[in-house]
């Protein structure tokens, strides 16, 4: 994991390049799921730019990432209480009323993933949403900027989800370059707990 976060905390000024923008419909619905003033956790939020539009909506943000580079950028946003924290350290994040893990779980060796979801479940509050985002595929490998990466189906995704104890709702298919400027195939599932 240190590997990937080197390659964040170096690359964190191309990451606001390639991230800046409106906020994606999916961000839209998950903010209209949770009630007004609800504390959110934004797992790997990266310079903050989804944190923004939450704390924006009045929302209260908690946004963790692995990368000093990038929570130096976001703990500059107003609204947003930014702390760096890696996914061992989710037990001491909560509670929550919803979780918006966007690209970043992805991020986690497979093995890790059951633990991970099941820690993000005991966090939250009944019925709390939850957002995440993974690239499509099968096992894990490292990408040309020496990012660690695991790939899920979505069947996949929707066991592991269920395992830890929430309730997939929808699912989002699409594609996109990302920060190693390849397209690759991702999904978005929305769960509650």
């Known amino acids: 994991m240190s590997d990937t976060i080197n390659v964040y905390n170096?690359?964190?000024?191309d990451?606001?390049?390639?991230?800046?923008?409106?906020?994606?419909?999916?961000?839209?619905d998950f903010i209209a799921t949770l009630r007004p003033g609800g504390r959110v956790l934004d797992l790997g939020c990266g310079p903050g730019h989804?944190?923004?539009?939450?704390?924006?909506?009045?929302?209260?943000?908690?946004?963790?990432?692995?990368?000093?580079?990038m929570i130096?950028?976001?703990?500059?946003?107003?609204g947003v209480a930014a702390r760096q924290a890696l996914f061992d350290d989710i037990p001491d994040l909560g509670p929550v009323d919803g979780?918006?893990?966007s690209f970043s779980l992805l991020h986690a060796p497979s093995?890790?993933?059951?633990?991970?979801?099941?820690?993000?479940?005991?966090?939250?509050t009944p019925n709390a949403p939850i957002s995440l985002h993974m690239k499509l595929g099968t096992g894990e490998k490292t990408d040309t900027l020496g990012r660690f990466y695991s790939y899920y189906t979505r069947d996949e995704l929707n066991m592991l989800l269920?395992?830890?104890?929430?309730?997939?709702?929808?699912?989002l298919h699409g594609a996109g370059k990302g920060l190693a400027g390849d397209v690759e195939d991702w999904i978005v599932i929305n769960a509650h707990a």
């Open 10 to 13: 170096r690359m964190a000024a």
């Open 15 to 28: 990451y606001v390049t390639l991230t800046k923008g409106h906020a994606p419909q999916e961000l839209v």
């Open 50 to 69: 989804h944190a923004a539009v939450m704390a924006q909506a009045g929302l209260d943000v908690l946004a963790v990432d692995g990368s000093a580079e």
């Open 72 to 78: 130096a950028l976001a703990s500059k946003i107003p």
């Open 99 to 101: 979780v918006w893990a």
């Open 111 to 124: 093995a890790d993933m059951p633990r991970h979801l099941a820690a993000l479940h005991t966090l939250c």
């Open 162 to 171: 269920t395992q830890a104890g929430f309730t997939p709702k929808s699912a």
